[in-house]
């Protein structure tokens, strides 16, 4: 079937450069009825595992432009969008941009997880530790005999050794090794897949398929680089004693990280908890105007940053903002608004990797998550009494635009919205609710369910929400 499309596909391109021929009329009739069957996972894993399974997420697209009414030019266009997201998919799962130089090169992560009998430092992290740690394994990776061993327990997941197969595999999530000729780890280097993709658990716990643009939840960032033994890149940037920024990053807790730190040098908030926030879902962002949750900057500025100076990637990197010595102190003094590195391992990746981070969507809830009927109800309030929806627009159920609220707007203290030049809080596009569920809601997790949610947005506003309306609203937000 794969290849009677392929010739479909180029009779296609033919008809593209010559012009509609009768022929290629009937390839492409071929073509579609196969794009309509089709179930080969390189055409419906376009944009993430799961998400491609749907039915109403299949890419039966593949028709968009083999139609007479569409131009046949439009077909490349699709088909080179469809080779970008690949390409972007690539990049978001495996590409380390040469970070490898600070986290194996720098802090020496790679030691710690090897250990003394392996050429490293220290007991070593064997899986279990791992996956206790929150990282993921990519079932897809381990060869049958391996999920064989597994299955009967003859894998010892205490031994570190362990863990340098799983890298050797590629298999960590975010993840990648680098092994000298020997098989001695030399190096690590981490991916966006590390804090932005989990996997569906369908092996076991912490193992499967990868599912990307979900939050790691369970990803314990500051305690995992905590393990690494030299800490003296974030000792001389914030001026703070070795055992000072373990504290630090052994309090953020799993599902967080804090992006600020070595920009402004804020450890904790001004009630001494944590500065570190939630790690976001990445679904259906395409249109909103501002990143993160205070609205740091737009997605084509934010991931750039995220590359070049929270995974330490080799690019080159602007925004005059980090030149403010009262806001970013830390980053006024190092340079940080302006970096260069040459060969630039970051720009030439850019437009693929944003491509497909805004090519993901939520999920749609399981059957039986939410109250189909209540939720109808809910979402009549969401827009009408509650007026969610003013700063929660649908179909974005974010502010469309340049846009965040002050911090009394939503009743809540200004500090992490203090943070950004902005000074406001982003509303979050409101989609894939099950995936947020796990640490709570709000930047810092402050409200353990969706019930304490609108009760607080019930009193701030005094909307004077019934019982009942309440639970429709969460019902509602159950649905997105
Ligand atoms: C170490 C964990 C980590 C890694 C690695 C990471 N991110 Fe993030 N990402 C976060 C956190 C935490 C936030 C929220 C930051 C904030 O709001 O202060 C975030 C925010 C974002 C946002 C904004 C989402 C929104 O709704 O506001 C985008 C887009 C994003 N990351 C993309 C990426 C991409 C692309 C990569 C790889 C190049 C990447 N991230 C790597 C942790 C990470
Ligand atoms: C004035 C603007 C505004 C209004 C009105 C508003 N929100 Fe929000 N909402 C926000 C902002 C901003 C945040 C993020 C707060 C943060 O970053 O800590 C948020 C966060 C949330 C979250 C948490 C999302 C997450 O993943 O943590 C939910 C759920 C939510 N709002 C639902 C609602 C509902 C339901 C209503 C109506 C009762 C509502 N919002 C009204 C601005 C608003």
Not at 116 to 128: K, Q, T
Not at 261 to 282: E, Q
């Amino acid at each position: 079937m794969k290849e009677v499309r392929t010739v479909a596909r180029r009779s296609g391109l033919l008809a593209a450069t010559f012009g509609v021929t009768t022929l290629a009329a009937v390839s492409l009739a071929v073509a579609c009825g196969d794009a309509l069957e089709v179930d080969d996972e390189e055409d419906v894993g376009l944009v993430g595992e799961a998400y491609g399974k749907h039915p109403e997420h299949r890419h039966d697209d593949d028709c968009y432009g083999k139609h007479p009414e569409h131009r046949h030019d439009d077909d490349s266009v699709v088909r080179a969008l469809e080779k970008k997201i690949r390409e972007g998919r690539h990049t978001f799962r495996y590409e380390t941009f040469g970070d490898e130089a600070f986290w194996g090169g720098k802090l020496g992560l790679h030691k710690a997880i090897a250990g003394e009998a392996n050429g490293g430092i220290g007991p070593g992290i064997g899986p279990a530790t791992a996956l206790a740690l929150g990282l993921k394994v990519d079932v897809e990776a381990l060869p049958q005999s391996l999920q064989k061993q597994l299955r009967r327990g003859r894998v010892d997941l205490e031994d570190p050794a362990t863990t340098l197969a799983l890298l050797k595999l590629n298999a960590v999530v975010g993840v990648t090794g680098f092994f000298d000729g020997s098989g001695t780890l030399e190096s690590i280097g981490i991916q966006c897949a590390l804090c932005h993709s989990v996997v569906d658990d369908s092996f076991a716990p912490g193992i499967g398929r990868r599912l990307d643009g979900w939050p790691n939840r369970d990803l314990n960032v500051g305690a995992i680089v905590a393990a690494a033994p030299d800490l003296s890149p974030f000792t001389d940037l914030l001026g703070l004693p070795d055992d000072a920024v373990r504290n630090v990053l052994n309090g953020w807790g799993p599902g967080k990280f804090d992006a600020f730190l070595h920009l402004d040098g804020k450890a904790t908030r001004p009630d001494g908890g944590p500065a570190a926030v939630l790690i976001p879902p990445l679904f259906n962002l395409q249109g909103v105007g501002l990143m993160t949750w205070n609205g740091f900057s737009g997605m084509s500025a934010w991931v750039p940053l995220v590359i070049n100076l929270e995974m330490w990637g080799q690019g080159v990197f602007s925004d005059r903002r980090l030149a403010d010595e009262t806001q970013f102190p830390i980053a006024a003094a190092n340079g940080f608004s302006r970096v260069r590195h040459d060969p630039d391992r970051v720009t030439p990746k850019l437009a693929a990797l944003l491509t497909y981070v805004e090519s993901l969507e939520a999920p749609p809830p399981p059957r039986g998550f939410y109250d189909k009927v209540a939720a109808k109800r809910g979402e009549a309030l969401f827009t009408g009494k509650a007026r969610c929806s003013n700063c929660h627009v649908p179909p974005l159920y974010s502010l469309p635009g340049h846009a965040s609220v002050p911090a009394q707007a939503i009743g809540i203290d200004s500090f992490q919205a203090d943070r950004s030049p902005n000074r406001g809080y982003r509303p979050p596009p409101l989609r894939g609710m099950l995936t947020r569920v796990k640490g709570g809601f709000f930047h810092d997790g402050r409200f353990a369910t969706l019930e304490d949610v609108v009760d607080h947005f019930d009193q701030h506003f005094t909307l004077e929400l019934t019982r009942r309306e309440r639970a429709d609203l969460i019902e509602f937000l159950k649905s997105l």
